[in-house]
């Protein structure tokens, strides 16, 4: 489905001070409907390892190609399978966002979500640069507990020094029923989370929020380099409380798949 500038108002509720008086200044510049059957590849590149690299603990190895990651009638699909690959016993799929990135904006997903023991579906960003770690977690969640959502944003110099902030919010919302629209609103003061119309989360981005004993800061301040889009389906890790979780156990997943309907990034400029 198809959108104009103005959609953003339906997209998220009117809290930004800059918004509500400057509609046809918000711009769409990036944007996958993910219609067809083959994913572009000019948008995303397929992430594949089975390493630590790709998250702690984790049970699955993630595989490049349709195996886990499938289009069909406009709808993105990452699932995870009781599959054995390597040295391990599931298999599913990371994609991420192909370019530069992007610095500030509006960034929205829209997604149903798994549901099932040990099941970790994340979106978020990333900066692609090696001299400061940031990431910004639009959302994150456990799939056996999937109206509990989590956001979260680290910052400092490297991925063993940061500083962090983040909330989990119990909803009451069942994800994995329908979908739903999962969104960052990324300015030079601050971070705020939504889902559908519905603030959530605000972190203000002074330096001095960001201040703690664990980080060691960058040459640049918190959240000003540009960030990329990364979907995954993770199967366990160190995020739940019990590490071991068996191909047995994984029979009872209800809905094993993270589905994507679109994903829009839209930026203001004072300059349009």
């Not at 969640?141 to 959502?149: F, H, N, T």
């Not at 069942?174 to 889902?195: A, C, M, P, R």
């Not at 980080?215 to 160190?238: W, Y």
Request: glycine residues 6%.
């Amino acid at each position: 489905m198809w959108v104009t500038n103005l959609s953003v108002f339906t997209i998220l509720a009117i809290t930004h001070p800059d918004i509500k008086d400057n509609q046809d200044k918000w711009r769409l510049v990036f944007h996958d409907e993910f219609s067809g059957t083959a994913l572009n590849t000019k948008k995303w590149e397929y992430q594949k390892g089975c390493s630590e690299e790709f998250g702690a603990g984790n049970l699955q190895c993630y595989v490049a190609g349709t195996n886990n990651i499938k289009l069909k009638d406009g709808i993105a699909t990452i699932e995870a399978k009781i599959q054995h690959y390597e040295d391990k016993e599931f298999t599913s799929g990371r994609l991420r966002q192909l370019g530069d990135g992007f610095l500030h904006g509006l960034f929205v997903v829209r997604a149903r979500l798994p549901k099932g023991n040990h099941l970790w579906p994340a979106l978020w960003l990333l900066t692609r640069k090696d001299n400061c770690y940031q990431e910004i977690v639009i959302m994150e969640a456990k799939g056996d507990y999937i109206s509990r959502m989590i956001f979260t944003a680290h910052y400092g110099l490297d991925f063993r020094h940061l500083a962090h902030h983040g909330t989990a919010n119990n909803t009451g919302i069942d994800f994995s029923q329908k979908f739903h629209n999962f969104g960052i609103l990324w300015t030079k003061e601050k971070l705020v989370w939504y889902i559908d119309d519905i603030k959530y989360y605000e972190v203000d981005l002074n330096p001095e929020t960001w201040d703690s004993p664990t980080m060691e800061p960058c040459e640049q301040g918190p959240f000003t380099q540009k960030m990329n889009f990364i979907l995954n389906l993770a199967v366990g890790g160190t995020f739940f409380n019990k590490t071991s979780f068996s191909p047995e156990e994984a029979k009872q997943w209800k809905q094993p798949k993270i589905e994507i309907d679109w994903l829009r990034i839209f930026q203001y400029d004072e300059k349009w």
